[in-house]
């Protein structure tokens, strides 16, 4: 069976300093990766996704980005937090093909930056 | 262009009550379907999909949503509220010719004991 994994669960940042989010998918090859966030009291918000490594698609420009070095592997990055950066992000993965297909989501983080 | 409206950011309700979450769509194609439920500080999981192959669509915890197509409406339902419902819920649509879904702002479920 596949698994979704996502870490750290929490994490506390100070502004200005850099961030990494690490996501890893098993029991798959090939899958589309998702990143998503979600401000307090907001709906999901699609940030990146990717459908092989390599390539990565850009929904909101920000002071964040994401890899994807592995096929299985999707990171978070940011070399500068805002506090606007706070909140709760999510991986989630789906079968390779169209975007008909479900949407898997990880545990998430909890960032804070303060 | 897709779009999803989740009616009420809130709803409150009795345990053993029936519970309603409204969700229309917008879709210039037949769309795909989801309900997802959120509990606090965790993912999301699936509820239940709408792939067109039945209008009545039963998932997970006793849940169930009818696509309507006249309506263009997915409302989730459940005949008898549990307290281990109390959630979020999210409805999206597909987007077709890409890999996204797009997903309604939400409605929290609260049920009173």
């Known amino acids: 069976s596949q698994t979704i994994h996502q870490w750290p669960a929490t994490l506390v940042q100070p502004v200005g300093s850099p961030l990494s989010l690490e996501c890893t998918v098993e029991?798959?090859?090939?899958?589309?990766l998702y990143w998503y966030r979600q401000a307090a009291g907001r709906g999901l918000q699609l940030l990146f996704y990717?459908?092989?490594?390599?390539?990565i698609s850009s929904e909101v420009p920000q002071n964040l980005s994401a890899s994807r070095p592995q096929d299985r592997q999707f990171i978070l990055s940011s070399k500068k937090l805002l506090l606007s950066d706070s909140g709760f992000y999510l991986c989630?993965?789906?079968?390779?093909?169209?975007?008909?297909?479900?949407?898997?989501f990880g545990p998430g983080t909890r960032l804070t930056v303060l | 262009a897709q779009s999803v409206t989740q009616l009420g950011s809130h709803v409150s309700v009795s345990e053993g009550a029936l519970v309603l979450l409204r969700c229309n769509y917008s879709?210039?194609?037949?769309?795909?379907l989801f309900w997802y439920v959120q509990y606090p500080n965790q993912g999301l999981q699936l509820l239940l999909k709408?792939?067109?192959?039945?209008?009545l669509v039963k998932g997970i915890n006793g849940f169930e949503a009818e696509f309507k197509k006249s309506e263009t409406s997915f409302h989730l339902t459940k005949p008898s509220a549990h307290m281990s419902d109390a959630a979020e819920y999210f409805c999206?649509?597909?987007?077709?010719?890409?890999?996204?879904?797009?997903f309604g702002s939400g409605t929290r479920l609260l049920v009173r004991p």
């Open positions: 989630a993965w789906s079968v390779a093909g169209t975007g008909t297909d479900t949407q898997y």
């Open positions: 029991g798959t090859s090939n899958p589309n």
């Open positions: 990717s459908v092989g490594i390599g390539q």
């Open positions: 879709s210039s194609v037949p769309p795909y």
């Open positions: 709408y792939t067109s192959a039945a209008t």
């Open positions: 999206a649509v597909s987007v077709d010719s890409s890999y996204k879904l797009i």
